[in-house]
């Protein structure tokens, strides 16, 4: 099933992004309730990627980003992070805490605080989805989140993985309310264990 | 001081010998082993992902381990007649950022490998600018043996 170019991007389309989309409904409702506005949450894309391509979708491994990172334990160990070039992240913020656009300049405690409740409500949701879907048990860590050039962040999770992995899913992930859209990457690392899992699980479940 | 243009990059895994600027760009953990031939004006340029060798072998990736970073450098230019007595080394990255996250700090291992191997080539390093938690940007000149290292909030430092 998963052999060909062909039989992946079915699966992504009417496996992975399903068990993805519907937990998200309940992201955007704690959301919603977090910053008393309507937010929803959508993933329009899921796609397994290279590592290699990996930087050039958040504009290049030199780039500034905002990132929050999430560890994950139990069936499926890996990682997880949100990754939003650094104007968009600041604009994020701006959403979140009802400010004007361009107030948020920097990361203060307010701001990371912020960052870090939109990553553990929307992380969370997404690994609830997966795990529900294919049967597993996973644990997300509490959120971690950071200002500093895309490459080198995601080298300090990657690696770990890459010694034996160099596949990872990119969640596309959209967030949206009255008047405004923002769109940022979340990569989902699992071990290659945890692939396995994901995979043999969600497979199992729709057959 | 405006850092040097670099129009080639050197992505993970990948080395070049060359006389022209180059770039890597957002190092972590990864390290950029730069080995200079000053006399020549050239120099090999690494960008090293891990401290050991994996197995995975890769010509689009020469440089994937300290090891084989290091060997690959000293002979591509030993082979464009370098004379490795005259070669000398300066190292970016290698730095932890997750340091709160119980993540290995595959930046420390990196940058002890790199200093080992070159060591065992008989390579002395000049300069440095590793660890600590934050990512840098690289911009290497083989023609004047320096590096512009670039860090958010952190200005510019040439090495």
């Keep these: 099933m998963l052999d060909d170019a062909v039989g992946f991007a079915r699966w992504q389309r009417d496996v992975l992004l399903p068990a993805i989309s519907q937990s998200l409904e309940q992201a955007g409702r704690a959301l919603s309730t977090m910053v008393q506005s309507p937010i929803r949450v959508a993933v329009p894309h899921v796609a397994m990627v290279g590592i290699d391509e990996i930087t050039p979708s958040v504009g290049g491994a030199g780039v ?9 334990t139990g069936d499926m160990a890996g990682h997880l992070m949100f990754m939003f070039p650094m104007p968009v992240g600041f604009g994020l913020v701006d959403r ?36 529900d879907a294919a049967g597993l048990r996973v644990l997300p860590s509490s959120p971690t989140v950071r200002t500093d050039m895309a490459g080198a962040l995601l080298e300090s999770v990657l690696v770990p993985v890459a010694q034996r992995s160099e596949q990872v899913v990119l969640i596309r992930t959209v967030f949206e309310g009255d008047g405004w859209g923002i769109v940022g990457d979340c990569f989902l690392l699992p071990t290659v264990e945890g692939l396995e899992a994901l995979v043999q699980g969600l497979v199992s479940r729709k057959s | 001081m405006s850092a040097v243009s670099a129009p080639v990059t050197v992505g993970l895994g990948q080395a070049v010998v060359t006389d022209q600027p180059v770039g890597i760009l957002g190092l972590g953990s990864c390290v950029g082993v730069c080995i200079f031939d000053h006399e020549l004006g050239r120099a090999a340029v690494a960008h090293v992902v891990l401290p050991h060798e994996d197995g995975h072998v890769s010509t689009r990736a020469p440089a994937r381990s300290a090891p084989a970073a290091v060997r690959w450098a000293v002979t591509e ?5 370098s004379d490795r007595q005259r070669l000398v080394a300066k190292l970016v990255g290698g730095a932890h950022l997750l340091s709160g996250v119980d993540l290995p700090d595959i930046g420390a291992e990196n940058v002890a490998a790199v200093r080992t191997a070159l060591r065992e080539a008989g390579i002395p390093v000049v300069a440095e600018d590793v660890g600590e938690d934050y990512g840098r940007t690289a911009h290497v000149d083989p023609a004047t043996g320096r590096i512009v290292v670039l860090a958010i909030g952190r200005g510019e430092r040439v090495l």
Excluded at chain 1, 64 to 72: D, I, T
Excluded at chain 1, 108 to 125: H, K
Excluded at chain 2, 77 to 81: Q, V, W
């Design chain 1, 64 to 72: 500034p980003v905002v990132a929050a990172y999430l560890g994950m």
């Design chain 1, 96 to 131: 979140l805490l009802g400010q004007p656009p361009k107030t948020t300049i920097t990361l203060g405690t307010l701001e990371t605080s912020a960052l870090a409740e939109l990553a553990n409500i929307t992380g969370s949701s997404i690994l609830n989805g997966l795990a």
């Design chain 2, 77 to 81: 230019l030993e082979r464009r007649g």
